[in-house]
């Protein structure tokens, strides 16, 4: 090779080598002052606890599984709620990293809307078991389920002989949902419904902030009044292919919650080809996008700033959240907004 010709090809080599070493060594999610929503000490210890709350009043056992950091102060609360056929068991991810950061996590398990619709049901059958339990009736149970629980936490924090006790920040309080459990969030959160005329509120004041991965608008109603008046931080999270094979939720209705949103401490994601699964542990059947490693990543990320920076209240999470730090996690066609 000439002279003239060997020089650049050398430079086009280094390129290559630096794109493949930035590809396997991702840049870390840190700001100028050192917060970086993703790191977690290889000392930090995560205990996982499974645990029935009672409804009496309902006749209703609600299992839940806890991720207890491993430290003995109490901590910030986050509550999740699983889509529907779905479990306690799933979205461990978020379990995992957020308990890691100092979280206690209680994912719940709902009744009527969860695994057990489809599990002993034969294979062609199971799409019409699942949609015949996306009724208003569960979805009633669900938000009475968030409200049993937080008061069983409640009692639990209190108790010598619960392995909570004393364990629980129960003022700084975290609600978060996917799909099934994203409309769940919605309305133990802040949206209103509209019933004979009459608005309804399902919130519960105990929930400070809130994060719905796969919201979605009213489908009778209009969204400003049903999200004008949610006045705790909001992080909504969707992707530009998230659609569930059941119920009709849209691209559409994802997207039109946002707008509707009164300003203050208000985020939306959407993650570029990111389908309806991409929020949960594993690929669902009928996917049809190759999934994305870093769209867990993103979310570990720009979830974690805001419950920092809203229910821990650390202003070094603010500006990261509200600064370029969602930039340093997000791919050039993911879509970050905030108000």
């Known amino acids: 090779m000439k002279k003239g010709k060997l020089i650049p090809a050398i430079f086009r080599v280094a390129e290559l080598v630096f794109v493949a070493f930035v590809l396997l060594n991702p840049v870390p999610a840190l700001a100028e002052d050192g917060y970086d929503p993703l790191t977690v000490s290889e000392q930090t210890q995560v205990r996982v606890l499974d645990l029935s709350v009672r409804d009496n009043v309902r006749q209703r056992n609600i299992p839940v599984r806890v991720y207890l950091p491993g430290n003995q102060e109490p901590a910030p609360v986050v509550l999740f709620s699983h889509g529907l056929g779905g479990s306690k068991e799933g979205s461990s991810y978020l379990g995992k990293h957020w308990s890691a950061r100092a979280y206690v996590c209680v994912f719940l398990q709902h009744p009527g809307s969860d695994e057990s619709v489809w599990k002993d049901v034969p294979a062609a059958r199971r799409m019409a078991a699942l949609r015949q339990a996306a009724n208003a009736r569960n979805y009633l149970l669900r938000i009475q389920d968030v409200r049993a629980v937080l008061n069983q936490m409640e009692a639990w924090n209190g108790r010598n002989d619960s392995p909570l006790n004393g364990r629980l920040d129960l003022k700084h309080v975290g609600m978060s949902g996917h799909s099934f459990g994203a409309l769940t969030t919605q309305a133990v959160s802040g949206q209103v419904f509209n019933v004979a005329g009459r608005e309804i509120s399902y919130a519960d004041e105990r929930i400070r902030a809130a994060v719905i991965f796969s919201p979605s608008s009213p489908r009778r109603e209009n969204a400003q009044v049903a999200f004008s008046g949610v006045r705790i931080p909001w992080m909504l999270i969707t992707g530009t292919k998230d659609v569930a094979v059941i119920g009709d939720a849209d691209l559409e209705s994802r997207l039109a919650v946002f707008p509707a949103l009164p300003p203050g401490g208000k985020y939306e994601?959407?993650?570029?080809?990111?389908?309806?699964?991409?929020?949960?542990?594993?690929?669902?059947?009928?996917?049809?996008?190759?999934?994305?490693?870093?769209?867990?990543?993103?979310?570990?990320?720009?979830?974690?700033?805001?419950?920092?920076?809203?229910?821990?209240?650390?202003?070094?999470?603010?500006?990261?959240?509200?600064?370029?730090?969602?930039?340093?996690?997000?791919?050039?066609?993911?879509?970050?907004?905030?108000?």
Not at 277 to 305: C, M, W, Y
């Open 269 to 339: 994601l959407v993650l570029y080809k990111a389908e309806h699964s991409a929020f949960t542990d594993r690929p669902l059947p009928g996917d049809k996008e190759q999934r994305n490693p870093n769209h867990h990543r993103a979310i570990l990320a720009v979830t974690t700033a805001f419950w920092d920076a809203f229910l821990k209240g650390m202003p070094e999470a603010l500006k990261w959240l509200d600064g370029s730090g969602p930039s340093s996690v997000l791919e050039p066609q993911d879509r970050w907004q905030k108000k």
